[in-house]
């Protein structure tokens, strides 16, 4: 039981980010946005400029766009911003997971802790006319010790469950 509690006490300081989460995607109204040929999520600043065509055809048709544009993952917000007739112009919301940039996705795949990071709010840009007039990062608490202290324990964690649920079922056949 004592184990059990000091798991629940590290899941809880992996977790204790304060910046806001990423919203669902149907929470905000707009145009779904696009990938570019290398498989980025970013926002053109300008719908018009000749490199957003090349790299981002699929803007052709919304060149004189008004509204929000919003790129989606796993039904979680990436990144939205407001367009004025083609170009970013108000405030740019950016949401990202901050493991991303520490370990690679073989070593993820086997880090509890991992599972349970949402995407945050890294930074919000405001534009004008398309022109970037300020940037605003957020911090996170989270280290990359997390991932090592996660990739340690899941395998332990998983070996405890299947204890526990071997003696349940012990107890049970006794009974």
């Known amino acids: 039981m004592r184990i059990l509690f000091v798991f629940v006490f590290l899941l809880g300081l992996v977790s204790c980010d304060n910046r806001k989460d990423a919203p669902k995607c149907e929470e905000i109204e ?7 040929k290398q498989g980025q999520y970013n926002l053109p600043y300008d719908l018009n400029n000749k490199y957003t065509l090349k790299y981002y055809p699929q803007y052709e048709k919304h060149r004189k766009y008004t509204g929000v544009i919003k ?32 370990l690679s996705d073989k070593y993820l795949d086997f880090n509890l802790f991992a ?22 990062p957020f911090k996170s ?19 405890l469950i299947f204890i526990l649920y071997k003696r349940k079922r012990k107890q049970q056949k006794t009974s």
């Open 30 to 36: 707009g145009l779904n946005g696009f990938k570019s």
């Open 115 to 136: 599972l349970f990071r949402k995407p945050k709010l890294s930074s919000i840009k405001t534009y004008n006319n398309g022109h970037l007039i300020s940037y605003k």
């Open 71 to 102: 790129i989606c993952e796993n039904n979680k917000v990436y990144i939205y911003g407001n367009y004025v007739d083609g170009k970013l112009n108000g405030k740019v919301y950016d949401f990202t997971n901050d493991y991303d940039a520490h």
């Open 141 to 159: 608490r989270y280290k990359p010790i997390d991932d090592i202290i996660g990739i340690l324990i899941t395998p332990f964690s998983l070996f």
